[in-house]
């Protein structure tokens, strides 16, 4: 079974250490959603594993092959990447995004995509209904459907981990959702690896099969969300009194109100 392994990462900025022993074991199929507060290190941890940052110490293993032995190209069949801030300001079409999801596929650059590689692009259109955007210019899309767009040019990366940065943070109640069952499914039916960093704890209750909790850099807990959303976790990670509804199998978060 292919495993995406962190072992005791560290990273600092300068003398700043941001992540302090990171050490996590995460397994297809399951999407498992990175929560804390405003600069606990979340980006910082998806870069690192990205390798646009260099860690200080520590491993990351995938399918027990060290990640920085593989090429970039190679980085790049196994793992795709929505970052926080995406450049939407682009000239490009929609189109021509989603195509460069096959670029780290293609054989011969000079011949471009070939047609296994337009099948893929095809399914993916049908399955994001983004028949009709093909030609838009990206910068014309709302932000909703800019997010759409990533998401469709990572499936046509068909890559083996999916890392997600905030991606909902700018979408609204339908947006999110959808967003995330299309996630959800692809990463079930492709027993992909999902990485996603999230603020809403109620939708990181309904769509991860686990959370990891970050503070000041380290894990301070994982589980599943009924095990780690919990009155006392939320206390010390974001240092506040939620009031918890557990209706039926839904978990509620609400912050209680004249309290902190
Ligand atoms: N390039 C940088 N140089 C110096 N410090 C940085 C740099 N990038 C981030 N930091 C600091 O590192 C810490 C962690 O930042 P990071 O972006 O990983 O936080 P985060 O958990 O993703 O926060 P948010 O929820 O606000 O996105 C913060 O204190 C931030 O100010
Ligand atoms: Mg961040």
Redesign the pocket.
């Known amino acids: 079974m292919k495993i995406l392994k962190l072992k005791n990462l560290k990273y600092s ?2 003398n ?1 250490e ?1 992540l302090s022993d990171i050490s996590y074991n995460f397994f297809p199929g399951e999407l498992v959603g990175i929560l ?1 507060a ?8 998806l870069k690192v594993i990205m390798g646009f940052l260099e860690k200080e110490k520590g491993e990351i293993f995938l399918d027990n092959l060290e990640a920085e032995r593989l090429s970039r190209k190679e980085f790049a069949k196994r793992i795709s990447f929505i970052a ?1 801030k995406s450049n939407q300001n682009l000239n490009f079409t929609v189109l021509e995004v989603l195509k460069l999801g096959r670029v780290p596929h293609m054989k011969n650059s000079f011949k471009g995509l070939n047609l296994e590689d337009d099948k893929i692009v095809d399914g993916v259109v049908k399955k994001l209904n983004l028949q009709n955007y093909l030609n838009r210019d990206i910068k014309s899309l709302s932000g909703g459907e800019f997010q759409r767009v990533l998401l469709g040019r990572a499936f046509i990366q068909h890559s083996e981990v999916i890392l997600l940065d ?1 991606p909902t943070s700018a979408l609204d109640i339908n947006y999110s959702l959808e967003f995330l069952e299309l996630l959800k499914e692809e990463i079930r039916i492709k027993k992909m690896i999902g990485i996603i ?1 999230i ?1 809403d704890i109620n939708l990181a209750s309904l769509f991860c099969d686990k959370i990891l909790f970050i503070k000041d850099g380290k894990i301070a807990t994982s589980g599943k969300p009924k095990e780690v959303i919990k009155k006392e976790w939320l206390e010390k990670i974001y240092n506040f009194t939620p009031k918890i509804l557990n209706l039926e199998n839904d978990i509620y978060v609400l912050p209680k109100r004249g309290e902190k």
């Open positions: 900025y300068g700043c941001v804390g405003n600069g606990c290190g979340k980006s910082t941890l926080q905030e960093v603020h």
